[in-house]
């Protein structure tokens, strides 16, 4: 499959619009002779248009330079991700790698033709002095067909090639002084469906923050799932995140989800699975570089270290890939979006939850601290992380407190997080290595991290407990 960003913008043009002279604008030194292709592109959906209303876009195109499978989901600001894949034998079969990227949104729903577009595109390259190719103008002319009728329109498609973002502006001022307006619609196949994905898109945001709060980690779920299938550890690590933070919102803010009983237990489950991937890549991460900083004597213990963690991390993501096709994960992302689009029942004292949630780790703690036993700061750590998500429940109208809380208990659960990942590090090294003297150095190197971030932890309390960032809470 290949995987190509796009960043391009379209326009409306009247019935025999020309191109304005672009040659000088921008760096655009000539354009070379267009070329006109035929495409003809079947657009796949869910009867509903789930992937459309989650701004994914499937087709089957022929014609032009890149026939084939095309898959576009949102990329990073206005640009677009493309993932691509050559013809096959069966025109109304979507490959199996599309579908997977696609499972979290369709789940048991079938792909079917929604609509077909007929274009004739007279592209033109535009060129720098040198001949690079800065961008592509193609001038459509569109019929399509979707729901039994049929349209007729004419646009102009800018994609940016390997010019600047500055070139599209100076673009766009040209084609507006032309004549053309920006585009009514993100894409041609929404303009042919104009009616059906206007009706389908979801419902009014709610004003419980809640309920607001947990269907953005629904909807965070959901956009890491592709991610994750394509083996992206930054997509394991927030979807991971995602599922805690709706579980810990579930589990604190329970009477507003009467079914929460049902749904955190499979939360677990899933946040296990991701946790065994990402745990091992966390760990490869920090042991191999206190290695590789060690020198060579310590070759054989990486060796073994990332043997053992490379396992570990390759059985996990195996694990992982048959789990986000099964019908236990379908079924808890039903029950996830029962309760994320329910109206809930109420908190009658939503806020006061979120205080009591953070005096219980602030209790949680005093009590390890006083201890010193790791087992009991790790049980404060993970209270923290729920007071943590309950506060960021809130966080949009506490205003600079609420933000410069968030980013105290933060700093509060980082410094815990260390330390564990130290206390793991130790129990890893004794197994890996209990008769190695390298292993013992190594073992040593994670109990002065374990001594100094304990060291770390009055500061960082102190910082988290001031008055002026709680009591807003109050």
């Known amino acids: 499959m290949e995987i190509a960003n796009e960043t391009e913008r379209k326009y409306d043009v009247p019935e025999g619009f020309q191109l304005p002279r672009l040659v000088g604008t921008a760096?655009?030194?000539?354009?070379?002779?267009?070329?006109?292709?035929?495409?003809?592109?079947?657009?796949?959906?869910?009867?509903?248009l789930h992937l459309m209303r989650h701004k994914r876009t499937l087709r089957r195109r022929t014609g032009g330079s890149d026939a084939g499978w095309h898959l576009k989901t949102p990329g990073?600001?206005?640009?677009?991700?493309?993932?691509?894949?050559?013809?096959?034998?069966?025109?109304?079969?979507?490959?199996?790698?599309?579908?997977?990227?696609?499972?979290?949104?369709?789940?048991?729903?079938?792909?079917?033709p929604v609509a077909r577009l007929f274009t004739t595109r007279v592209e033109t390259p535009l060129r720098d002095a040198e001949g690079t190719t800065l961008a592509l103008i193609a001038q459509d002319r569109v019929t399509a067909e979707a729901d039994g009728?049929?349209?007729?329109?004419?646009?102009?498609?800018?994609?940016?090639?390997?010019?600047?973002?500055?070139?599209?502006?100076?673009?766009?001022?040209?084609?507006?002084?032309?004549?053309a307006t920006p585009a009514a619609g993100p894409s041609k196949v929404a303009r042919a469906l104009h009616g059906r994905l206007a009706a389908s898109k979801p419902g009014r945001k709610s004003k419980s923050p809640v309920i607001a709060y947990a269907r953005e980690q629904r909807d965070a779920l959901a956009e890491f799932d592709p991610g994750v299938r394509q083996g992206d550890p930054e997509a394991v690590h927030k979807m991971r995140v995602a599922t805690r933070r709706l579980r810990s919102t579930l589990r604190t803010f329970k009477r507003s989800f009467p079914d929460?009983?049902?749904?955190?237990?499979?939360?677990?489950?899933?946040?296990d699975l991701l946790g065994t991937v990402r745990d091992g890549q966390v760990q490869r991460g920090k042991l191999l570089a206190e290695v590789q900083n060690a020198g060579p004597d310590f070759a054989d213990a990486a060796r073994r270290i990332a043997e053992h963690l490379d396992a570990q991390v390759d059985r996990g993501r195996a694990?992982?890939?048959?789990?986000?096709?099964?019908?236990?994960?379908?079924?808890?992302?039903?029950?996830?979006?029962?309760?994320?689009?329910?109206p809930g029942t109420g908190e009658k004292d939503p806020l006061g939850r979120a205080r009591k949630s953070l005096a219980k780790a602030d209790g949680l703690l005093d009590q390890a601290m006083a201890a010193g036993e790791d087992h009991e700061l790790h049980d404060a750590r993970k209270a923290y992380k729920r007071a943590r998500y309950a506060v960021e429940v809130f966080a949009p109208d506490g205003?600079?407190?609420?933000?410069?809380?968030?980013?105290?208990?933060?700093?509060?659960?980082?410094?815990?997080?260390?330390?564990?990942?130290?206390?793991?590090?130790?129990?890893?090294?004794?197994?890996?290595?209990?008769?190695?003297?390298?292993?013992?150095?190594?073992?040593?190197?994670?109990?002065?991290?374990?001594?100094?971030?304990?060291?770390?932890?009055?500061?960082?309390?102190?910082?988290?407990?001031?008055?002026k960032l709680r009591k807003w809470l109050n």
């Open 260 to 271: 929460f009983a049902e749904v955190a237990p499979e939360l677990k489950w899933l946040a």
């Open 149 to 179: 009728g049929e349209q007729r329109w004419q646009e102009v498609e800018v994609e940016l090639v390997d010019g600047s973002p500055e070139l599209l502006e100076a673009v766009e001022s040209r084609l507006l002084a032309a004549g």
């Open 399 to 467: 205003g600079k407190p609420a933000k410069k809380l968030i980013d105290r208990l933060t700093d509060l659960q980082d410094v815990l997080g260390s330390h564990q990942d130290s206390v793991v590090a130790r129990e890893l090294l004794l197994d890996l290595g209990p008769d190695s003297f390298w292993f013992g150095v190594l073992y040593a190197r994670q109990e002065q991290v374990g001594r100094d971030t304990y060291a770390d932890l009055p500061g960082v309390i102190e910082q988290s407990r001031k008055n």
């Open 319 to 342: 694990e992982l890939a048959e789990v986000l096709e099964s019908e236990r994960y379908l079924a808890l992302l039903d029950r996830v979006d029962a309760l994320a689009d329910s």
């Open 76 to 112: 990073s600001g206005t640009s677009r991700t493309e993932h691509r894949l050559p013809l096959n034998d069966e025109p109304d079969q979507v490959p199996a790698e599309l579908r997977s990227l696609v499972r979290v949104f369709a789940r048991r729903r079938p792909l079917k």
């Open 27 to 48: 760096g655009i030194a000539r354009a070379d002779d267009a070329e006109t292709h035929e495409l003809d592109a079947t657009y796949f959906d869910t009867d509903e």
